[in-house]
DNA sequence: GCGGAAAGTGCGGTACTACC
DNA sequence: GGTAGTACCGCACTTTCCGC
């Protein structure tokens, strides 16, 4: 690369980046030109909108209002970087940067005048570009003059519309579509220069907002521009010429002194070193305390260091939204104690320091300042439902941990922990106290904490006695004058050994008939049918008006009440069963859970064992005396809730 | 100044440990 | 096994702080 010495008038080297990136070189002297800088080999003009190089951007946005633009970059080229000034409707190349290292400031830089052209008659770099340009060479890109592209983008679209208006066809379509989107990234191309040249911060400002920015540019410009200097007298100085001279000679007195004498016998080197003391001494081979880790990272400015994703601490205490301060608490300082909570009792002190650190950081209370805490951490610890944040509470985590804990050590007895704690503290059960009230282990002490957790969540909590109350089964009391048929079918195997049963009872709950049959081998569902059939056989035999049948199977409610169909594999007995029900002047049907068909539960067990085809009960068997008496007696049962 | 929340303080009780 | 010391905990009350 040639670079040529600086002539004293070459200090107007402009360069226009318009649309057609347009050159232009006012200087005399030597002969030199842009295109002696490599802008003239082949396939050179490429120039990127600085936006393009998001790493040249952030470099050179904090500190200078020009703005790179890659001019050249070819293989076999110098990469080249020039940096614009704002001008009027456009930029100004000051410098160049060359990957070789060199710099060429253009302000320095001879233009050959057009008078002394190469007699080549070689192609100007902006020839070139403005060739490549109207040829619709993608790889050259546009350099500033947003207002210039604007406003040709924009009557463009006008014309466009205006055609649309008239003569609607497809391509007026995708040609506005492609306008609009052309000048929407125009906007922002605009927004994003003005947003770096302003210097303010776009993350706080980062809406398209590019009046405010380019405000912001002149506004800041015009304060940082020096207009006039007050000199040692007091007197105003207003003239370049003074202002330079004034300047120049404060910075001589600043930088050198007028005291030619100086001091020959200064004092030993000893006499002016500082010196450790003995203390500190010691204390230079002594291992870092954790105090001191501490005061060194709580020392850090909260705007001084960028954490890896290149916020600042203080960015996110000051500018973290209440549900990102909520995720960061649950993420951080609720998933840190999380296995120490699984496996020991944390000291309440803990735990209320936790909590404090967390409810401070929720509130923004520091050391040097503390808030107001508008609502109480009980408060904010509640579900969101609630009118809650869904925070935790340590304390409460802690015990449900140990809940978890205590119930696997009842319910796995065989597994290794469980038989070394039972062994050694005499656990039997939950409801039994430890055989010796001890201490023990940090181990042995969370999983009695556990107990006390389980206790009162499934037994002593006003809660739990309303939740364990809801899943009480009503035994519903019948109507005077109607008899019910529980039926029910019992397998062992599905299929299986197989057999069903049921009873019948009157309005009052007293035992009227029972029956229990063997099925044979057969499945769930067919037991439970023969006994829907043989109850609805008994009840016509024993003249029943009204009967009400219960059944646990919702499968066969809804086969019965399903439009009849002959391929059913169980169609034959589904339609005799439905035949029987006619016969009866008025018959219902209903699910029952389980709990309330326990006594035919056990009549179909009684099936699956006994020899008989089928046995018919004048009086309850011995098997279903209690749970008969205890459906008469009491009104509620307790539902078996798989957990 | 008021209201609300956290923090601090004091007291009594309990559990555990070390020692004799 | 008894005793002293210590740590922990809960409770009640007061103080402090902050926004309005």
């Given amino acids: 690369m040639r670079r040529k010495r600086p002539t004293s008038s070459t200090s107007n080297v402009r360069v226009e980046c318009n649309l057609f990136a347009e050159v232009e070189a006012l200087s005399a002297g030597a002969d030199h030109s842009c295109e002696n800088e490599g802008w003239s080999n082949p396939g050179i003009p490429r120039l990127y909108h600085f936006h393009e190089s998001p790493s040249m951007r952030y470099t050179f946005a904090p500190t200078s209002t020009l703005c790179p633009i890659d001019c050249a970059r070819t293989a076999g080229a110098e990469t080249g970087w020039c940096f614009a000034g704002s001008r009027k409707s456009g930029f100004s ?50 350099l500033g003059e947003h207002s210039g592209k604007k406003r040709q983008i924009l009557a463009r679209l006008a014309g466009v519309q205006k055609a649309l208006d008239e003569a609607p066809n ?31 911060n776009w993350l706080l400002n980062g809406d398209r907002n590019t009046a405010f920015f380019h405000t912001s540019t002149l506004v800041r410009r015009r304060y940082n521009k020096i207009h006039q200097l007050k000199d040692l007298m007091g007197n105003w100085i207003y003239d370049f010429s003074e202002l330079q001279s004034l300047v120049q000679r404060t910075f001589q007195c600043l930088y050198s002194t007028e005291q030619l004498c100086s001091k020959l016998h200064p004092e030993p080197f000893f006499q002016q070193a500082m010196h450790v003391s003995e203390e500190e001494a010691n204390n230079l081979d002594s291992s870092v305390s954790d105090q001191e880790i501490k005061q060194a990272l709580f020392s850090f400015k909260p705007f001084k260091a960028p954490g890896p994703d290149g916020l600042h601490a203080g960015w996110k205490s000051n500018l973290l939204s209440l549900p990102g301060i909520i995720t960061l608490i649950q993420s ?38 503390r808030k107001m805490h508008l609502v109480s951490w009980a408060k904010c610890c509640k579900e969101k439902s609630k009118g809650g944040l869904g925070l935790k509470s340590t304390k409460a985590r802690n015990l449900a941990f140990l809940a978890k804990l205590n119930w696997r050590v009842l319910q796995n007895k065989d597994d290794l922990r469980a038989r070394v704690l039972i062994a050694k503290y005499g656990l039997t059960n939950p409801s039994n106290p430890p055989i010796r009230n001890r201490v023990g282990s940090p181990n042995w002490a969370a999983v009695k904490a556990g107990t006390e957790t389980l206790s009162h969540l499934f037994r002593d909590c006003p809660k739990s006695i309303i939740f364990w109350n809801r899943l009480q089964i009503p035994i519903e009391a019948m109507s005077v004058g109607w008899c019910k048929l529980n039926s029910d079918g019992s397998y062992l195997g599905n299929p299986g050994a197989a057999g069903s049963g049921g009873l019948i009872r009157d309005c009052h709950g007293r035992w009227i008939k029972g029956y229990s049959r063997s099925v044979g081998r057969a499945s769930s569902v067919l037991a439970e049918l023969w006994g829907v059939r043989d109850g609805l056989q008994l009840a016509i035999s024993l003249n029943i008006d009204c009967l009400e049948v219960e059944l646990d199977a919702e499968l066969l409610i809804h086969l ?74 009491e009104l509620t049962v307790p539902r078996v809730v798989p957990l």
Wanted: hydrophobic letters at 35%; one cysteine or more; charged letters at 20%.
């Fill in 93 to 142: 190349v000051s410098c160049f940067f060359f990957s070789t290292g060199e710099t060429v400031s253009l302000s320095s830089v001879n233009q050959s005048p057009p008078a002394q052209a190469k007699p080549h008659k070689k192609k100007s770099s902006q020839q070139l570009l403005r060739e490549r340009y109207e040829n619709g060479d993608p790889e050259v890109g546009l």
């Fill in 560 to 633: 019965f009440f399903s439009p009849p169909s002959s391929n059913h594999v169980y169609s034959s007995i589904i339609n005799d069963c439905r035949w029987l029900m006619t016969q009866i002047p008025r018959c219902e049907m209903h699910h029952a859970y389980r709990e309330a068909n326990r006594v035919a539960d056990a009549l179909a067990r009684i099936g699956c064992f006994q020899s008989d085809a089928f046995v018919l009960y004048d009086y309850p068997p011995a098997q279903v005396d209690v749970l008969l008496e205890l459906d008469v007696s």
């Fill in 332 to 369: 951080v300082t609720e998933a840190i104690p999380t296995y120490f909570m699984q496996c020991m009792v944390l000291p309440a002190k803990v735990c209320n320091q936790i909590d404090r650190l967390n409810r401070n950081f929720l509130w923004g209370t520091t050391t040097e300042r």
């Fill in 170 to 200: 497809s391509f007026l379509v995708n040609l506005e579509k492609t306008l609009s989107l052309e000048y929407s990234t125009i906007l922002l191309q605009e927004q994003e220069l003005w947003a770096l040249k302003s210097r303010v």
